[in-house]
């Protein structure tokens, strides 16, 4: 049966960088790399000039469900169909990511840990620390440069639902976590622990 990490931190805080760098030390071949934002709600249905108003910092805004669903069916031994997510108009695509399973999953992203469901699916769950006004800048220079975002429309989110979420959901999820990782990705030291372990394991099994 695979192994499945759980990567979970702020906005901004290095998650992503802290999950490549294990799979680069893992080996890409031994592990599935799935993002939580991948599984944002398609909202298709709704006016597009109303789709920037949505709470995507709230865990309604995940397809939970669907995200539990293709994490079990990873760890049974099948493969799936990971949705595609389109951050520009806040639709899913039409097409979809065939994922075969792997050793090992690495699920990464801000309300991995909100959910308990998904949480007691998790083998090891990392919680990434990072500054606060660090997170927001790398935030903003994400959204402007990858989504198209204008620099008020980052500010204005993120003063009235991304930093009330994290506080509300994400930060006493901290507290789930198995292991806490300052500094993201730079925390060398940190990652070889975790990649260490992770090798361990996989190659008992």
Same mark, same amino acid.
Request: aromatic share 6%.
């Given at each position: 049966?695979?192994?499945?990490?759980?990567? %979970?931190?702020?906005?901004?805080? $290095?998650?992503?960088?802290?999950? #490549?760098?294990?799979?680069?030390?893992?080996? +890409?071949?031994?592990?599935?790399?799935?993002?939580?934002?991948?599984?944002?709600?398609? @909202? %298709?249905?709704?006016?597009?000039?109303?789709?920037? #108003?949505?709470?995507?910092?709230?865990?309604?805004?995940?397809?939970?469900?669907?995200?539990?669903?293709?994490?079990?069916?990873?760890? +049974?031994?099948? +493969?799936?169909?990971?949705?595609?997510?389109?951050?520009?108009?806040?639709?899913?695509?039409?097409?979809?990511?065939?994922?075969?399973?792997?050793? +090992?999953?690495?699920?990464? $992203?801000?309300?991995?840990?909100?959910?308990?469901?998904?949480?007691?699916?998790?083998?090891?769950?990392?919680?990434?620390?990072?500054?606060?006004?660090?997170?927001?800048?790398?935030?903003?220079?994400?959204?402007?440069?990858?989504?198209?975002?204008?620099?008020?429309?980052?500010?204005?989110?993120?003063?009235?639902?991304?930093?009330?979420?994290?506080? #509300?959901?994400?930060?006493?999820?901290?507290?789930?976590?198995?292991?806490?990782?300052?500094?993201?990705? %730079?925390?060398?030291?940190?990652?070889? @622990?975790?990649?260490?372990?992770?090798?361990?394991?996989?190659?008992?099994?």
């Amino acid at each position: 049966m695979p192994i499945i990490i759980g990567i %979970s931190g702020g906005t901004g805080s $290095g998650k992503t960088t802290v999950a #490549q760098k294990i799979i680069s030390s893992v080996g +890409a071949a031994n592990v599935v790399f799935i993002q939580q934002d991948s599984y944002y709600r398609n @909202l %298709s249905e709704i006016p597009v000039n109303a789709r920037n #108003q949505v709470n995507f910092d709230h865990p309604d805004a995940i397809d939970l469900e669907l995200m539990r669903q293709n994490l079990e069916a990873l760890r +049974a031994g099948c +493969a799936i169909d990971r949705p595609i997510y389109d951050f520009v108009t806040h639709t899913r695509k039409p097409e979809t990511l065939h994922v075969e399973p792997r050793p +090992a999953i690495i699920i990464e $992203g801000i309300l991995v840990f909100s959910d308990p469901q998904i949480r007691s699916l998790l083998d090891i769950k990392i919680f990434v620390e990072c500054d606060d006004d660090i997170r927001f800048i790398r935030r903003l220079e994400r959204d402007i440069r990858e989504r198209g975002r204008s620099m008020e429309s980052v500010v204005t989110q993120y003063l009235s639902t991304v930093r009330p979420m994290h506080l #509300q959901y994400v930060l006493p999820s901290k507290f789930c976590a198995d292991l806490i990782v300052p500094e993201g990705g %730079s925390n060398e030291i940190a990652i070889d @622990l975790v990649a260490s372990k992770i090798r361990s394991i996989v190659n008992s099994r």
